[in-house]
């Protein structure tokens, strides 16, 4: 079994900036993918980024030059940096981790983009 404990959302203004943190803790193999994504209120949830163990990256065109996916394999931590937030960005964003047939996911954290 996988557990994944995302944190880092809060509420921040039009423009502002927030990281994601999303720590992966039992048994991860050493080759998988880890990924973010959102989901907003009457909206389906969607990929905002992912990237795999050996760090290749695929952002959503939505967020590309403005956010930023990374990951520290040693401590099983993926990273979200977003930048330039914007209101329609509002939503729970959730952690995910695919390994092998596997997907796990994480509670989510609440970004809020509001003045």
């Known amino acids: 079994q996988v557990q994944l404990v995302e944190s880092g959302g809060g509420l921040v203004q039009p423009g502002g900036s927030l990281r994601l943190s999303c720590v992966a803790s039992?048994?991860?193999?050493?080759?998988?993918?880890m990924a973010w994504y959102r989901h907003a209120p009457v909206k389906e949830r969607e990929l905002v980024a992912d990237?795999?163990?050996?760090?290749?990256?695929n952002l959503a065109d939505s967020v590309k030059g403005r956010f930023t996916i990374s990951r520290d394999n040693a401590k099983n931590t993926v990273y979200l940096q977003m930048n330039s937030l914007k209101p329609e960005e509002t939503a729970v964003y959730y952690c995910?981790?695919?390994?092998?047939?596997?997907?796990?996911w994480g509670q989510g954290t609440q970004v809020s983009v509001s003045s």
């Open positions: 995910n981790l695919r390994q092998f047939a596997q997907t796990y």
């Open positions: 039992g048994n991860i193999f050493r080759f998988n993918t």
């Open positions: 990237i795999t163990s050996g760090g290749i990256t």
